[in-house]
């Protein structure tokens, strides 16, 4: 079964710094997608970024990017110049790539990031 | 983007009452729909994967006659809490899948008085 771990239960980070949030998964498939998400405290859940497991290419969406290594089954997140609107917490996802809508997202516990004026 | 609209966003009820919770899809058809569950400050629980116009499959530990889902057309599933007791009160997050990808409603904090 696919598992991912965020080990980082809560961040901090002084506004317009860069941090890094860090995720790892086990799976034995080839072919997936990785997602990180943001659920501020209004509780909406919001898609930051998406990684598709063939590209190797990092994905990046302005401010956000990530560091995927499919060998270390890692996938970090970056932000960059942090503002205090980014302060929430951040879910690290995985979903595999077969059987199309009904594959379910497999959830890490997520990170609560700090930004601090 | 696509939209995911939830309704109410919040609903207070007496124990022993039914509540009715909407997830409709605004600009797209969803023919899957995942309904989850969030305790203060913990992840997403799945409680189960709706499917239009079949029986939902439920994720084991979650009791399909308590949490009743209907979805009964391509832009509309109902999470319906039946015998509500204080013990259900919570955060429950609908989304939709439109290409792999997951958007999700707005959620419904419930309060079982």
């Known amino acids: 079964a696919q598992t991912v771990t965020q080990s980082q239960p809560e961040m901090s980070v002084q506004e317009a710094e860069t941090v890094t949030l860090s995720c790892t998964y086990d799976?034995?498939?080839?072919?997936?997608?990785l997602f990180w998400y943001k659920q501020p405290p209004s509780r909406q859940m919001i898609l930051v970024i998406r990684?598709?497991?063939?590209k190797q290419q990092n994905a990046t969406e302005n401010r956000f990017s990530v560091n995927f290594q499919k060998a270390a089954k890692s996938f970090s997140l970056k932000i960059s110049d942090s503002q205090l609107g980014d302060a929430a917490m951040y879910f690290c996802?995985?979903?595999?790539?077969?059987?199309?809508?009904?594959?379910?997202?497999?959830w890490g516990l997520g990170t609560s990031l700090a930004v601090n004026p | 983007g696509a939209v995911v609209s939830q309704h109410p966003s919040r609903v207070i009820c007496k124990s022993g009452t039914s509540v009715k919770i909407e997830c409709r899809s605004l600009?797209?058809?969803?023919?899957?729909m995942f309904w989850y569950r969030q305790f203060p400050k913990k992840s997403l629980m799945l409680m189960a994967t709706?499917?239009?116009?079949?029986?939902?499959?439920?994720e084991q530990g979650v009791e399909k006659d308590k949490f009743l889902i209907n979805h009964a057309s391509l832009t509309l599933s109902t999470l319906t809490v039946t015998s509500a007791h204080p013990e259900d009160s919570s955060f429950y997050i609908c989304?939709?899948?439109?290409?792999?990808?997951?958007?999700f409603g707005e959620g419904s904090r419930l309060t079982v008085l």
């Open positions: 990684q598709e497991a063939y």
């Open positions: 996802a995985y979903r595999g790539h077969h059987a199309g809508n009904n594959r379910k997202l497999i």
């Open positions: 600009d797209f058809q969803a023919t899957t």
């Open positions: 799976t034995s498939e080839s072919d997936y997608y």
């Open positions: 989304s939709a899948s439109l290409v792999g990808e997951l958007f």
């Open positions: 709706s499917n239009e116009g079949s029986k939902a499959t439920y």
